[in-house]
């Protein structure tokens, strides 16, 4: 800041001394004005060189050569810059405006580096406490893995897991995930068989109904499943034997005499279920 107060202090020194300089050119103009019109009494109109009268006294060479000078003299301390500046001042003011420009870009780059080291710090400590910054750390809590599928569990953790997630949510996902790689990566070489697959169920139902409230849950399932599939076939069953009927008094009983033979019949046919079942694949 005290740089720039110089230099501001420089320029409006420089623009005191140039309105000095007009002041006291047009001063100088005042008195030439004054010594010409003591010189032409009476008529004061200047002729020409071409027309010359004797009411003109001073030459008309000698006036152009003082307007010229007066004029030489107020150009050469009139600014050559646009506005109050001078050219020298212009260019002075700009290189500040560059210089400033140029330190405010450097503290913004400078405050922008700080701030993201700070996250980047803060994101390190938050990962560390996870126990994902390092694979030496997820090592510490996953040893049951192989160094391959720590690697990756680590390369999911920090792009999945939020870096706010609690320890045990962020272990309890990447185990999730270590368990389905280790499955690919340690894929049996023989293929699995019924009795693999019955142990592996038998054990996931132990598991489930560990706790009364899961069993009494999966109980409830296997009645209302086992009530269901007896329904069905108690419906079918009824269907069936309504269709025979409807067969019967359709195309065989014609008479009442028919329909009390049909129902002692039908007595003696019910105690024979076979006899239905081959009647429906027939008909």
Known sequence: ???????????????????????????ELNTFKEEVLKVLPGDTSVSSPQQETSHVKVEYGDL??????????????FPTAAGDLTENEGKKLAQICEREYNNSFVKLFKEREETDKTQEEELH???????????????????????EVQRVM???????????????????????????????????????TLKAWSRYRWSKAKAYTHKKQKLAYYALYLLVTFAIGSLALYQHKVMRMDETNHVWYKTVIQTREDADKWNELDSILHKDSSFYNRLYDIH
């Open 64 to 77: 152009k050569d003082a307007v010229y000078d007066g004029m030489a003299n107020y150009y050469a301390a």
């Open 125 to 147: 400590k938050k990962r560390k406490i996870q126990g994902i910054d390092t694979i030496e750390q997820v090592a510490e809590w996953a040893p049951e893995y192989s160094p």
């Open 154 to 192: 680590r390369f999911i953790g920090l792009n999945i897991i939020d870096a706010d997630e609690p320890v045990e949510t962020a272990h309890t996902i990447m185990k999730i995930w270590g368990n389905a790689v280790s499955r690919v990566t340690n894929a049996p070489d023989t293929p699995p």
């Open 1 to 27: 800041m005290g740089k720039k107060s110089e230099q501001f202090e420089e320029i409006l020194d420089e623009l005191h001394e140039n309105k000095k300089a007009c002041e006291s050119l047009k001063s």
